[in-house]
């Protein structure tokens, strides 16, 4: 099953996190693909290492456990962001 911002257990930060570390690679390095141009696997992947980064910062206590992306706000590929309670 894929991971997506909305997917339980998945941090809905992780997919933002993705797509801005493939945002400025992509803008640094140039030939690097932009987040719309990688595919639905490379995506899944990012997402999930998102995640783990995520998670590394959380439990080291230098993101907050709580925070959310703002809701509403499109993500860097046009779709809605995720609702979140």
Known sequence: MPL?????????????L???RQRIAHEGIGYLPAWGELTPQEREESVREAAHWL???VEAGIAPLTA???I???????SA???VP
């Open 4 to 16: 997506s911002p909305g997917s339980e257990g998945v941090d809905p930060r992780a997919r933002l």
């Open 18 to 20: 993705a797509e801005h």
């Open 55 to 57: 998670r590394a910062a």
């Open 68 to 70: 959310r992306p703002e």
């Open 72 to 78: 509403g706000r499109p993500l860097l590929d046009g």
């Open 81 to 83: 962001r995720p609702q």
